[in-house]
Structure formats: structure tokens, C-alpha cells
């Protein structure tokens, strides 16, 4: 009996699922970035000069995408802790939630210097402070000091950002 080649299809040795929610995130985030920037060079394609636009705000993007990386693994190593019964880092966990989608909406208001990107950097402050708090009670864990320190490193470029 012979396969067909839709039989086949997804085997391959060099097909490599999503196996973790980290990679699954991180692979959306940056989708989610791609997709209007792609936008954004595509409608300049047509122009008939060709401008060379550097990123809008690339320090405070990295900055915001490297809270969002950081963040997840911050996330995952909190659910693993909860998973054997420590609930030490269950407020951890919360503040980390809570900045993830702020941050990873900050990046992309960063890329494209969107108009309100003044006002979100403002609650940005907040939501990173919350975070960094909780993640600095926990300094013998390496994601979540990583994790806060990423948050200081974002919040120092959002206050530079409303200053200017």
C-alpha cells in the first residue's frame, strides 16, 4: 500500500511545532509588529521617490519588546513554581500579566510614532513600575529580576519620550 503525499504533509524532520506558550507568544508579538510595518513600507513602494525612513523610536521598541520577551519567560518560570504548589509568585504573575499586552502595544505605537504614543507611554510607567515591584521581591529568581530590570530600562525611556 502506497501513502499519498498529503499523507506525508507536517512529517518532515525539519517541521518544528509550537511546543511552548513562550514561543507561541513571541512568534505572534513579532507577527503582530511585522504586519503594520509591512503596511507601512508596502504603501511606500509606490511612491516615485524612494525614501530611506529610519524606525520611529527604535530604542523604546526593543526596549518594549525586550519586556515582553523577558516577561514571558518571567511568566513561565511563575506557572512552573505554581505548578508544584508555591504560590510565592502568584502576585508576580499577575503584575507580569498585566504588562505584557501594555508593553507589547507600546512597541508597535513606538514603531509607527503613533499619535497617542505620549499618552500610552504614560500608563506604560505605571503598568512597568507595578511590575517591577513585584518582580524585585524576587530577586533569587533570574527571570523575574531580568524581568524588572527590563521594566526600569522601559520606564527610564518612557519618561525621556514625555520629556521631549
Known sequence: MTQSPSSTIGTKSTDKPVTNRRDLLAGVALAGLAIPLAGNAA?????EHH?????????LTKLALDCVGLG???VAHCIKLLGT???SLADCLTAVNAMLPMCGTLARYAAADAKRLKDLAAVCIDVCDDCAKECEKHPEHAECKACGEACVACIDACKELIAA
Do not use: N
Open 43 to 47: 504603501a511606500e513602494t509606490g511612491h
Open 51 to 59: 525614501h530611506h525612513h529610519a524606525a520611529h523610536h527604535p530604542e
Open 72 to 74: 514571558e519567560a518571567c
Open 85 to 87: 504548589g508555591d504560590t
